[in-house]
């Protein structure tokens, strides 16, 4: 950004009423579009309020619709819906009109967010695709992800964009007869969404909104600020009071303090650097096990959850596990039963009571509570370990031999940095899981289990544990 389009960028932010502190520069980041950077040499102590944007600026769905009334003609049929138009979808279609390179025979009246809006990155058509966004990635590169986190999520967030774009570009045609919308500006737009928006509780509810300026500080493990919300305004402050930086830093937040690379990845659009990387990683693995009438009964999409800190410590959960480590024998049974109404209900029961209506982690919290108590805990704990160790191996298998022949990551592309990161997490999660089994199965409450299963022909078997 050269200096002139800085200074138009800050006259709309100060025309519109969003304060920008003095020492705050708006310019290109590396390999990170725009960036919001200090530069006060004299005062290497962050300024209280580095930032506010007031309620009234901020891209809601609440704001976009009452602009729109402006655009009777043009914007507000793109918002027209039979069901309520949901706040993600509303910014979108904001955004895919206000960027559109429409045909100026058209005449669209001016847009006041246009000279931020116009600061917002773009798809370079040079760009290689491993260095894009997932969702603009094509098939092959898709590919390279299978047995990553990344992978499910990813093709299923395709397959629901192309649907969207489809139903979009059909009302888009009757709007604009002589325009059309491409694909690839839907993925843009969704991109940008995705990546640029917050959770706030502005004006008495809970919302979801880009704050603009706000929405150029980029991420980093090791950030100097965060935005807090006050009652008519969302401001950038520095981290604690007594924060200082050097002259020329950049301004740096988190973007979730439980985001591990995939995640950052399939959102944002970025890895964090090998220079930037701790080693600490979050991973969310699927899980596809168990049926389709235990994951009705979860409710959600189950996962395995791996964390590794920086001091290279593992843990791991997950809830629906529980589900999968006992059955009738237990007093665990699900069954399918006949409403009033005739249809068929899915429902569960622990020990004789029904859990009516009872979704997610509070059947697994059930099954703790009636069944993972007492002797059982060891024995079901042995059961989960089995499970896991089966899957991962699963995973690991499917991630398979890397192609990519590197020394490390500052030569491989986003897929394959996955790739490693990940096969790391699932080494150190087998190696955990082998040490665990090995416990559990010399401990009393499991060698006296299998002691009563030899015993009784119908009981369970050390083989039956997994």
């Known amino acids: 950004m050269d200096s002139e389009e800085k200074g138009q960028l800050l006259l709309w932010a100060k025309l519109h009423d969003i304060t920008v502190s003095g020492s705050l520069q708006i310019r290109s980041a590396p390999e990170a579009g725009l960036g919001l950077f200090y530069t006060d040499a004299n005062q290497p102590k962050l300024p209280p309020i580095l930032l ?40 979108l279609r904001f955004l895919l009109f206000s960027l559109h390179k429409f045909n100026s025979a058209l005449k669209i009246p001016h847009n006041f967010y246009d000279p931020y809006l116009s600061h917002l990155p773009d798809i370079k058509p040079d760009s290689s695709k491993s260095s894009l966004p997932p969702i603009f990635w094509d098939d092959d590169l898709c590919e390279r992800v299978a047995g990553t986190s990344l992978y499910y999520p990813l093709q299923a967030k395709r397959r629901k964009l192309q649907s969207e774009y489809e139903t979009f570009s059909s009302l888009w045609a009757i709007v604009f007869r002589d325009e059309s919308i491409t694909y690839e500006e839907y993925l843009r737009a969704e991109w940008l969404v995705v990546s640029r928006v917050l959770e706030l509780h502005v004006n008495g509810a809970d919302e979801i909104a880009i704050v603009p300026i706000l929405d150029f500080a980029n991420h980093g493990r090791q950030f100097n600020a965060r935005y807090e919300i006050t009652t008519d305004a969302v401001q950038l402050v520095p981290v604690s009071e007594e924060i200082k930086v050097q002259d020329g830093a950049e301004i740096l937040i988190s973007y979730g303090p439980d985001k591990g690379s995939s995640e950052l990845l399939f959102t944002y659009g970025f890895l964090p650097s090998a220079d930037d990387y701790t080693g600490e990683e979050f991973v969310k693995m699927p899980v596809t096990e168990g049926g389709p009438a235990l994951r009705y009964l979860y409710g959600k999409i189950p996962l395995v959850e791996l964390h590794v800190d920086s001091e290279g410590e593992l843990e791991w959960k997950s809830e629906y596990l529980w589900l999968l480590s006992v059955g009738p024998d237990e007093g665990f049974d699900v069954s399918v039963v006949s409403t009033r109404d005739g249809d068929e209900e899915i429902l569960a029961s622990v020990q004789g009571q029904v859990l009516d209506g009872v979704r997610g982690d509070a059947i697994a919290a059930a099954i703790q509570e009636k069944i993972g108590k007492g002797t059982m805990a060891a024995v079901l704990e042995l059961r989960r370990v089995l499970i896991l160790e089966r899957m991962a191996t699963g995973w690991l298998n499917e991630l398979g ?51 009563r299963a030899q015993e009784d022909p119908k009981a369970e078997s050390e083989e039956d544990l997994s």
């Open 52 to 91: 506010e944007v007031p309620n009234s600026m901020l891209l809601t769905a609440d704001n976009i619709q009452t602009f729109a009334l402006s655009q009777k003609d043009t914007l507000l049929p793109l918002l027209r819906s039979d069901t309520p138009l949901p706040p993600r979808e509303t910014i």
């Open 401 to 451: 031999q890397s192609e990519w022949e590197s020394e490390g990551e500052k030569e491989a592309d986003a897929p394959e940095i996955l790739r490693q990161r990940e096969e790391r997490v699932l080494c150190m999660l087998l190696d955990d899981l082998d040490e665990r089994k090995k416990q559990l199965a010399e401990s009393p409450d499991v060698l006296s289990f299998l002691a």
